[in-house]
T-cell receptor, first 110, second 115 residues
Framework: GENVEQHPSTLSVQEGDSAVIKCTYS??????FPWYKQELGKRPQLIID?????GEKKDQRIAVTLNKTAKHFSLHITETQPEDSAVYFC?????????FGAGTRLTVKP | GAVVSQHPSRVICKSGTSVKIECRSL??????MFWYRQFPKQSLMLMAT?????????EQGVEKDKFLINHASLTLSTLTVTSAHPEDSSFYIC???????????FGPGTRLTVT
C-alpha cells in the first residue's frame, strides 16, 4: 500500500520568511496530492492540491510542486504570517485510497 | 459547496456503552465516505471506507464488529463504537467524496471521551 513520509515534523520561521514542507510517496499509481491545514481541535482544511499531470501549482502565497519521477512533492508558503501557524498534512491519493503524512507543526513567530 | 457535517461534536460516555456518530454531506451526493481516527498530535489514520449501499472496507487492525459503519444513503454514513473503552477515546473525523473525484471534504470531527 501507499506510504507517505513528511518532513520536517516541526518548523519554526520568522514572520515574512518562507516555509517549505516536503513529502515522499511510494505508490507510483497515486495521482492526486492534496495539502491540508489543521488547527487545534478543528477539521483539516484543503489549502491546495495538485494532480499528477501537473508539475507546479500556485495560489497566492501557497505553491505546490510535484516530481513524479522522484515521487516527492512539496508545499511552499511565502511571506508567512502568524495565522499560518497550524499543523500541515500532505496526502497521496490513488483511486479513493488516500494516505496522510505524519504532519508538520508550523509556527510563525511575529 | 461540498459541506460535510458531523454530529455530535463531543460525546462523553461510560465504558461498555455504545456511541453513534453521524456524518452527512449537506450539498452533494457522497458516493464514498471515510472514517478516520486522530490521536493527540498524530496524523489521521484511516479506519474504513464505505460506499453507499455496500459493506464498509476496514483497514487492517480495525475491528469491524467494534466499529460498525453504515452508509445507507448518498448523504449519510454512521459510525457506531460498540462497547466503548477508555482506549477508544479519540477524535473521529469523517470525510466524503464525489464519484470520480479525489478530493475529500472533512466533517468537523467528534471528540469521544470514554470514562
Amino acid at each position: 500500500g501507499e506510504n507517505v513520509e513528511q518532513h520536517p515534523s516541526t518548523l519554526s520561521v520568522q514572520e515574512g520568511d518562507s516555509a517549505v514542507i516536503k513529502c515522499t510517496y511510494s505508490d507510483s499509481a497515486s495521482n492526486y496530492f492534496p495539502w491540508y491545514k489543521q488547527e487545534l481541535g478543528k477539521r483539516p482544511q484543503l489549502i491546495i492540491d495538485i494532480r499528477s499531470n501537473v508539475g507546479e501549482k500556485k495560489d497566492q502565497r501557497i505553491a505546490v510542486t510535484l516530481n513524479k519521477t522522484a515521487k516527492h512533492f512539496s508545499l511552499h508558503i511565502t511571506e508567512t504570517q502568524p495565522e499560518d501557524s497550524a499543523v500541515y498534512f500532505c496526502a497521496a491519493n490513488n483511486n479513493n485510497d488516500m494516505r496522510f503524512g505524519a504532519g508538520t507543526r508550523l509556527t510563525v513567530k511575529p | 459547496g461540498a459541506v460535510v457535517s458531523q454530529h455530535p461534536s463531543r460525546v462523553i460516555c461510560k465504558s461498555g456503552t455504545s456511541v453513534k456518530i453521524e456524518c452527512r454531506s449537506l450539498d452533494f451526493q457522497a458516493t464514498t465516505m471515510f472514517w478516520y481516527r486522530q490521536f493527540p498530535k498524530q496524523s489521521l489514520m484511516l479506519m474504513a471506507t464505505s460506499n453507499e449501499g455496500s459493506k464498509a472496507t476496514y483497514e487492517q487492525g480495525v475491528e469491524k464488529d467494534k466499529f460498525l459503519i453504515n452508509h445507507a444513503s448518498l448523504t449519510l454514513s454512521t459510525l457506531t463504537v460498540t462497547s466503548a473503552h477508555p482506549e477508544d477515546s479519540s477524535f473521529y473525523i469523517c470525510s466524503a467524496s464525489r464519484q470520480g473525484r479525489g478530493e475529500q471534504y472533512f466533517g468537523p470531527g467528534t471528540r469521544l471521551t470514554v470514562t
